[in-house]
């Protein structure tokens, strides 16, 4: 490869690889998370109520999804 290449190489790498990440500002810090739904193979789908602080249900099995 010739200088030139390598050049436009390097300055895609830089500006488009590793260089986007350092751009970025951190996220604001979390101030709530909400549960919205949680399903397992043992108990199904059970949606979650606003004032809700835990299930009704004793969820296991080989998966469990939960949905903030």
């Known amino acids: 490869m010739n200088k030139k290449v390598l050049s436009i190489l390097l300055i895609f790498v830089v ?7 350092s751009f970025a500002a951190p996220a604001p810090p979390l101030t709530s998370l909400r549960v919205i739904r949680v399903s397992s193979e043992k108990a199904g789908i059970e949606l979650i109520g606003r004032n809700q602080l835990s299930t009704n249900y004793d969820h296991g099995g080989s998966f469990i999804h939960v949905t903030t």
Do not use: A, L
């Not at 500006?15 to 990440?21: L, N």
């Open 15 to 21: 500006f488009f690889g590793i260089g986007s990440q």
